[in-house]
């Protein structure tokens, strides 16, 4: 590309020189010496004159365009105005634009600086929210406690007395509905610690093996009750350096969310481990009903349910899959879904493999050379 400035005197230092050689030209081929002379004069004067007028041009033309250029990339990186002045002479449209340029911009400028603090205020209202709803939960799940605890005094006879069958029965309702309620207060506390960037994490070395027999060994039971078979499918067995429980918790509720979607008969569920680079995925895979395009897009969100209809079959706050992601994500790692509607549903997620340590190997290198 090529400055404005440069095209001017490019194209008027070109007309100025060919008028200037046309004058030369015409004086030494005419006979007539003084006509030629004349000529000649008059071609210097004109091209004197493009010169002069090139120059005011540039000066009045070139130089707010650039100006105004200079503003506008300060503008684009800083949202501020390079306070250049401009005096009022010149060209009376450059000077419009430059006026209307700088309203926009301060208006613009404005507007960004309310949207940053608008942005700041949102965020602090945000993190207190967060921050609410934890202790709220936490409150919450003080006097779950001693619920759940007085409900197995009461079914012990030797302790609290002989309860008949319809009692026994209001009893089991009751603990059962307690323990949902223990459980909602746990993924919702889950889920604010997540936010909160409070999630505990304990990391050892772990074999990635382990990791998924442990879950394969204690669905196994509840899969035969339900008829489901439970497949388990190992491609590695890379060490991986994480959290035991927390990779465990992703695992249930993984498969009890598989469990949910699986047809009445036939059901099968397979876990296992993929080498995948300086990772190993860990996937749960399952002959479900599948999920939509539409659905996946938002089925790491919290409280997202895929069947929201009244008769659905999953109870549960829509908080499982979002807890997954906010796990796997705080060991290093990511998670996604592979779903067909009527296709069943897979889900990976990813965790770093066991780095070898450089230290000791430098160590044992170094006193290697010493002995030597």
């Known amino acids: 590309m090529i ?35 004349v000529i000649l004069i008059f071609s210097v004067i004109v091209s004197l ?6 120059f005011y041009i540039s000066k009045n033309l070139t130089k707010p365009i650039e100006l105004l250029v200079t503003r506008m990339n300060e503008f684009s990186r800083n949202n501020l105005i390079v306070k250049n002045s401009l005096d009022d002479k010149g060209i009376e449209e450059l000077q419009i634009l430059h006026k209307n340029f700088e309203d926009m911009a301060n208006k613009v400028g404005s507007a960004l600086k309310k949207e940053k603090q608008f942005n700041l205020e949102l965020k602090e209202m945000d993190t207190r929210k967060t921050e609410f709803m934890s202790m709220i939960s936490h409150e919450l799940k003080t006097p779950i406690m001693p619920i759940l605890g007085y ?24 603990s059962i509905s307690t323990e949902k309620l223990q459980k909602l207060i746990q993924d919702v506390l889950m889920a604010q610690k997540i936010d909160l960037g409070k999630l505990t994490i304990k990391r050892e070395m772990i074999e990635s093996k382990k990791l998924v027999e442990d879950s394969y060994k204690s669905f196994a039971p509840i899969c035969e009750n339900k008829g489901t078979k439970l497949v388990l499918s190992l491609g590695t067995t890379e060490m991986v350096y994480s959290d035991i429980d927390r990779i465990s918790q992703v695992f249930s509720n993984l498969i009890s969310n598989a469990l949910a979607f699986l047809p009445e008969k036939n059901g099968i569920i397979e876990v296992g481990t993929r080498d995948n680079s300086d990772n190993v995925t860990f996937f749960v895979r399952d002959n479900g009903s599948g999920i939509s395009e539409k659905q996946k897009k938002n089925i790491f969100k919290k409280f997202y349910q895929v069947d929201t209809s009244s008769k659905r079959k999953k109870e549960g706050s829509g908080l499982g899959l979002s807890i997954c992601d906010g796990i796997v994500q705080t060991l290093g790692g990511k998670i996604w879904v592979k779903s067909s509607l009527n296709q069943g549903t897979t889900f990976f997620f990813d965790i770093p493999k066991a780095k070898i340590p450089v230290e000791p190997f430098k160590s044992l290198k170094k006193s290697y050379y010493l002995k030597k």
Do not use: R, V
């Open 3 to 37: 400055k404005i400035k440069n095209a001017l005197f490019l194209i008027f230092g070109i007309t100025s020189f060919i008028m200037f050689y046309i004058g030369i030209l015409n004086y030494l081929t005419t006979q007539d010496k003084s006509i030629g002379l």
């Open 49 to 54: 004159g493009t010169l002069f007028a090139t």
């Open 151 to 174: 409900l197995q005094l009461l079914k012990k006879e030797e302790l609290m007395g002989k309860l008949n069958e319809k009692q026994l029965d209001a009893l089991n309702e009751i």
